[in-house]
């Protein structure tokens, strides 16, 4: 049975950070469910925030960060990123990471919504996650064992300490690595909806691995879902980056009417979930919805990957418009940790997307997510290396308890389509109720409780889809509020009770009954889910 001081699930830029650190003193392994470069990092256009200008100050870049996540941040997680993510670039740099510059040299700071200055570092015009995860995974080179195609389905735990994963390939074999520690870095759950901006297969796996191993998990009410996805009568073809609008890009609708105008003074700036629901409502009166980028000179250079998928779309950028269509982007909440990627399972840390240091709030900041990644990516690894290594068990079973199961599963397009309708850009408690009692048919009690499944690898794909679905739906009823990621039609105004999330997060618990029957789980008013409290009964 393979051994190593660290597994890493997933292979994105928090998982590379954490490891580039990690592989100086310790045995590290990636396992990745598809191939390394298949994951969101990969195709962030927009860049990394970070203050770098002499004139820029961590306390705006903190200020920035807050106000769009709504004040449901944690402060001192704020703190750590605008501080650290300073240090971090600059030794990125150092190391010859290269960012785009003007002509004198000087780094070419891009602005995005929200951000009240430049503050934006990008690489290759647009391609910085690409550019970043290669530089990365070039330092790892010969460091890091690395395991494609095999998905993680569920930790192993022994005396309530993580001690490893159990992992299923393309064959449907079934293996265990046993860990020291074990790291999920597993990203978001965008292909939970029909239209995404994240990579193919991002759909929650490491939330509910988390989830039926006991761990807590907090905000999964707030996703983000990014105003300008390349739309076209084939559907989705990818991402249009903020940068874009940063760049001067208006939003018309096919009158040519410029509606943002009429929203929020910042325009196409505003908030993203104030543009995707200004762009969702042009759509739902018929009218399509285009980024005006006439004005902007150089587009190609300036924007080649943006300027390929295009094409490759047959869109003809002489004309200066891009459809558009709003797609779910990222997730505020996750695994809860705390600002070591600690969770609350010994053994057990979580980094990156999947996390929730609390650091989004409401609504991440344009470009806050691959600095997140780097900043605790790092910050992990060096509490694992402080840490004096405890004993575990290598004499764990190898054939694992796993339950067979029997069930007709739904196709992963009919509950994509469930979520985009009914937990998408607008909620209300009828569509809600309708939508958790739809995935109820299917999700069996087991697949809550936390034994392990037998299946293939698209199953346990599914399983996690419904689980994750399940989650984020139950936490959607319990937040009778609208807050960035969760906008409740049905209560459309932020409460200020809700504002102070430390206070209510410790003083406030309470019992939330999700079903009469299925599933009695402790939830408190910060839509924090103990699994260890779920009651399941047949
Ligand atoms: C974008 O380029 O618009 C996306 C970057 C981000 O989500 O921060």
């Not at 150092?94 to 785009?100: A, K, R, S, V």
């Not at 950028?317 to 695994?335: C, E």
């Not at 290598?394 to 308890?401: I, P």
Request: negative net charge; proline residues 2%.
């Amino acid at each position: 049975m393979p051994f190593t001081d660290v597994v890493i699930i997933g292979s994105g830029i928090a998982a590379l950070s954490a490891a580039k650190q990690l592989c100086k003193h310790k045995n590290v392994m990636i396992i990745t469910k598809s191939r390394l470069e298949d994951s969101n990092s990969m195709l962030a256009q927009g860049g990394v925030a970070a203050v770098i200008d002499q004139h820029d100050d961590w306390q705006d870049h903190y200020h920035d960060t807050i106000v769009a996540g709504c004040f449901h941040n944690k402060d001192s997680a704020v703190k750590q990123l605008v501080k650290d993510g300073t240090i971090r670039i600059q030794n990125l740099i150092e190391e010859g990471m290269i960012f785009d510059q003007k002509e004198d040299g000087t780094i070419d700071l891009g602005k995005e919504g929200a951000h009240n200055r430049n503050r934006i570092l990008h690489a290759g015009g647009d391609a910085t996650g690409k550019l970043l995860v290669e530089f990365m995974l070039h330092q790892l080179k010969e460091k890091v064992t690395f395991v494609e195609q095999e998905m993680a389905i569920d930790l192993i735990l022994e005396n309530g300490q993580c001690s490893g994963i159990t992992t299923i390939d393309l064959h449907g074999i079934v293996k265990n690595y046993i860990a020291r520690h074990v790291i999920l870095a597993t990203g978001g759950c965008g292909g939970l909806y029909e239209v995404t901006s994240n990579a193919e297969g991002m759909t929650g796996d490491g939330l509910s691995i988390a989830f039926r191993a006991g761990a807590e998990l907090s905000d999964l009410e707030f996703i983000q879902f990014h105003p300008t996805l390349l739309y076209t009568a084939n559907g989705n073809k990818g991402l249009i980056s903020e940068a874009v609008r940063g760049e001067g890009a208006t939003l018309i609708n096919d009158q040519g009417y410029r509606f943002m105008e009429g929203v929020h003074q910042q325009f196409e700036l505003a908030p993203r979930d104030v543009v995707a629901r200004a762009i969702q409502y042009e759509r739902s009166q018929g009218r399509n919805v285009y980024l005006d980028i006439s004005m902007i000179p150089h587009f190609d250079k300036r924007f080649p990957t943006i300027t390929s998928i295009c094409e490759e779309a047959g869109i003809d950028l002489s004309k200066g418009l891009i459809p558009v269509a709003p797609g779910a982007h990222f997730m505020m909440g996750g695994i809860k940790t705390n600002t070591k990627g600690e969770t609350s399972i010994p053994g057990l840390y979580a980094v990156g997307e999947v996390a929730c240091t609390g650091v989004h709030g409401a609504n991440r900041l344009a470009s806050n997510s691959l600095l997140e990644g780097i900043v605790f990516g790092h910050n992990l690894a060096q509490v694992i290396l402080e840490q004096h290594n405890q004993t575990i068990s290598s004499h764990l079973n190898t054939v694992r308890d796993i339950k067979p199961f029997k069930a007709d599963l739904p196709e992963k397009n009919e509950i994509q389509k469930m979520m985009t309708t009914y937990v998408g850009i607008e909620r209300d408690l009828n569509g809600l109720t309708f939508v958790k009692n739809w995935v109820e048919q299917y999700l069996s009690p087991h697949w809550l409780k936390g034994p392990l499944i037998k299946g293939t690898k698209e199953e346990v794909a599914v399983i996690n889809m419904l689980t994750t679905s399940w989650l984020i739906i139950t936490s959607a009823i319990v937040r009778t509020e609208s807050r960035g990621g969760h906008f409740r039609s049905d209560y459309p105004m932020s409460l200020d009770k809700w504002q102070n999330n430390e206070i209510i997060r410790h003083n406030n618990q309470v019992m939330f009954t999700v079903d009469q029957s299925l599933v009695r789980s402790e939830i408190n008013e910060s839509n924090q889910i103990n699994s260890n409290a779920a009651t399941v009964f047949y």
